[in-house]
């Protein structure tokens, strides 16, 4: 399945029916007053959040999108039929920008979420509607008004509560492969994964979290360099990121200051994001290096330092449960928030 996470669409509502000017003419009526029925209205461009979409991809071939017109009024003061309106499936994570401004229309997060993002134009008022008393017999109608036309801009950003960050060949994929039962593909050479994977773990109660492994980080990442810099984004959402080290890198040390370096260069709070670090592959580290480096790695970050073995499945429960212990706080932290401004 090819992944892709953006996309340009050009959307057109349906215009409104035009408002019709008729009298009635009865067969013993002498002077049939006006009867011309409204327009119908025209249908709009609707957005829906699916789970069961997970890439932008229907949106390469397929880049216009219209909804129905309305039909004009009819005689005998009936309204014309409204034009139907045009239901477009992206999937959860979907936020939708006004091409040429980049103002933000949307943000489509739970399934079944709807998002108008062209409204259907107004029926035009037919002459029935301009019967007064001062105007027995009005000769004008007013046109249906058009419907909202506009290029959009769609990004998909993954909707993940946890990012596994590292650079290439840290053993990220190997990690959510083994606490998942997402099966992305491994190898002993950067770069193996070229899109995002998601894989679900279970809390202990059982609940579900999606874990996020993205294409590993190089340095220069922020400007474009390597495969990194465009899933950022990806992981812009979540709450707590694993940055993953390669412990028998040649020096793990710089390759934790690589990432945090292209963090705080892509900016939107992913630096200061809560982190638990882990030194993986130990099963390949003599214990006394091992402790030398979670020794300076500590006194570099106030965030929990670990040592694991993704492939040896090695300490993964003790990760998780600081996972788990860092996402409660932050739910409590959040909970706190709200009460404290319902006070306020
Ligand atoms: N010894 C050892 N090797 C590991 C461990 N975890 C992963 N590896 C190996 O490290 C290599 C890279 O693993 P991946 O999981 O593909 O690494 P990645 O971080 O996803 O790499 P990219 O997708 O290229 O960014 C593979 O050869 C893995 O078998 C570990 O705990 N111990
Ligand atoms: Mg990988």
């Excluded at 013993?28 to 069961?52: D, H, L, M």
């Excluded at 596994?164 to 193996?192: C, E, H, M, V, W």
């Excluded at 999606?210 to 294409?215: C, T």
Aim: aromatic share 6%; net charge negative; glycine share 14%.
């Amino acid at each position: 399945m090819q992944f892709i996470d953006r996309a340009e669409i050009e959307v057109q509502a349906g215009k409104g029916g035009d408002g019709l000017v008729a009298f009635r003419r009865e067969k013993y009526v002498p002077a049939g007053g006006p009867a011309g029925g409204n327009g119908g209205k025209g249908g709009s461009v609707i957005f829906k959040a699916s789970e069961n979409l997970q890439t932008l991809l229907d949106f390469q071939y397929n880049r216009l999108f219209k909804a129905e017109d309305g039909t004009r009024g009819g005689p005998n003061n009936c309204t014309g039929a409204n034009g139907s309106d045009r239901l477009i499936e992206v999937p959860c994570g979907t936020v939708v920008y006004e091409r040429d401004t980049e103002e933000i229309i949307g943000d489509l997060v739970t399934p079944g979420q709807i998002l108008c993002v062209a409204a259907g134009g107004k029926g035009g008022l037919g002459n029935r509607h301009f019967l007064s008393n001062s105007n027995r017999a009005p000769e004008y109608a007013l046109p249906g008004l058009d419907g909202e036309h506009r290029f959009l801009r769609l990004e998909l950003k993954l909707l993940a509560e946890v990012g596994i960050i590292g650079l290439p060949n840290a053993g990220k994929s190997t990690l959510i492969s083994a606490l998942s039962a997402a099966r992305p593909k491994i190898g002993d050479y950067p770069f193996t994964t070229l899109i995002p994977n998601l894989g679900v773990v279970r809390k202990p109660n059982g609940d579900g979290t999606v874990f996020a492994d993205i294409p590993g980080l190089i340095e220069g990442a922020h400007e474009g360099v390597g495969l990194g810099y465009d899933f950022l984004r990806h992981i812009e959402r979540t709450k707590i990121l694993i940055h993953l080290l390669d412990g028998t890198s040649i020096d793990p040390v710089a390759d934790y200051g690589i990432i945090q370096g292209e963090l705080s260069s892509y900016g939107r709070g992913l630096s200061e994001r809560r982190q638990i670090v882990a030194i993986n592959k130990i099963d390949a580290i003599d214990p006394e290096t091992l402790q030398e480096l979670e020794t300076q790695l500590k006194n570099m970050t106030s965030n929990p330092v670990l040592s694991i073995s993704g492939a040896a499945r090695t300490r993964l429960d003790k990760l998780m449960g600081l996972v788990w212990e860092s996402l409660d706080a932050l739910e409590n932290e959040e909970e706190m928030v709200e009460t404290t401004s319902s006070w306020a």
